[in-house]
């Protein structure tokens, strides 16, 4: 009886401290975004099905897009990829397309960790917000949102997004529960 009130008390504190812990972080990024050309980063790869007044209905696509820690490809970092499986999935107007993306950290701060995002974008015009639901690494049991917002065409081919994070981080919980575990 005495080791399961000491276990239930360990529990406890650890939950306790890790929800004191946990806080949120706010992640400042830029996409670079290759529409045609040798160097493109976005390619459909299932036509659309044309139907009804979304002429862009069933079509899906990937992208793997650069992620910096500036607008200008020139005096910035690359710091990891934008990767995306994205369907156009609204026969109405504004047609909606669901997304799956992975925010893959190569390089910095948060070399070898991932963030998960998604959802649904509602309408064509930005910013586009979605919901991170998850990562890795650094960001293991996180979640929160991203707004993407255009703010730049270096060339009529591409286009810079701003990425603006805010995520609850997970707390301490983890990495304590992680000590504690036998591998």
Request: hydrophobic share 45%; net charge neutral; aromatic share 8%.
């Amino acid at each position: 009886m005495t080791s399961s009130c000491m276990l239930l008390s360990l529990v406890f504190l650890l939950a306790t401290s890790s929800a004191r812990a946990g806080g949120f972080k706010h992640l400042h990024l830029y996409m670079h975004e290759t529409f045609t050309g040798p160097n493109a980063t976005l390619f459909p790869v299932v036509p659309p099905l044309h139907r009804g007044d979304n002429a862009r209905f069933g079509m899906v696509g990937v992208l793997d897009d650069e992620l910096r820690d500036g607008p200008d490809p020139r005096n910035s970092s690359l710091i990891g990829r934008f990767q995306s499986l994205f369907a156009f999935a609204g026969l109405v107007t504004p047609p909606g397309m669901q997304t799956a993306t992975s925010l893959v950290f190569t390089a910095g701060e948060h070399a070898g960790s991932t963030l998960v995002m998604v959802g649904s974008i509602v309408s064509s015009e930005g910013p586009y917000e979605t919901a991170v639901v998850g990562g890795t690494g650094a960001f293991r049991m996180a979640r929160g949102y991203c707004v993407l917002k255009a703010v730049w065409s270096p060339t009529p081919e591409s286009t810079v997004y701003e990425v603006n994070l805010l995520l609850k981080m997970g707390g301490s919980l983890l990495a304590k529960m992680d000590a504690l575990a036998p591998l």
